[in-house]
């Protein structure tokens, strides 16, 4: 099983930005942990802040891989460019986030790219990404 993990802008700075929100691990140290944790699970990481690259990657494992779990950050809110990437590939999405965005600011409380994900989960700090893989993990 092949298992993608995608982060779209501002969370290569997780660890060091809003840690009241977002708390003080990197998501290297996170991504270490949960791939030693699924040692039979094939994993690729893939960060960008611009969103064309998000798109570009999206489109090049999203017809190979079992499941990706997508953090696409404030391009959930805005990018219908993104939302067209997720409804145009064959490998389901699941979109994460680690705090709750219905309990931030309005303008979050939208995610475009939802409708065309498999889930959604959020919310659960770092966690929601270890979520987002036992989704794909779970009997259909």
Known sequence: MKIIIVNGP?????????KSIYGSSSFTNYYE????????????YFQSNVEGELINYL???????HGIVFNAGAYTHTS???RDAI???TTPVVEVHISNILTRENFRHE?????????????????????GIESFLAPE
Request: proline letters at 4%.
């Open 10 to 18: 501002n969370l290569n700075l997780l660890g060091v930005r809003e």
């Open 33 to 44: 942990i949960v791939t030693s944790r699924y040692p039979d699970i094939e994993f690729d």
């Open 59 to 65: 489109q090049s494992v999203g017809f190979s891989a």
């Open 80 to 82: 219908a460019a993104i």
């Open 87 to 89: 409804a145009a590939i």
């Open 111 to 131: 995610s475009i790219i939802g409708p065309v994900c498999k889930g959604s989960i959020m919310g659960f700090g770092l966690d929601s990404y270890r979520l």
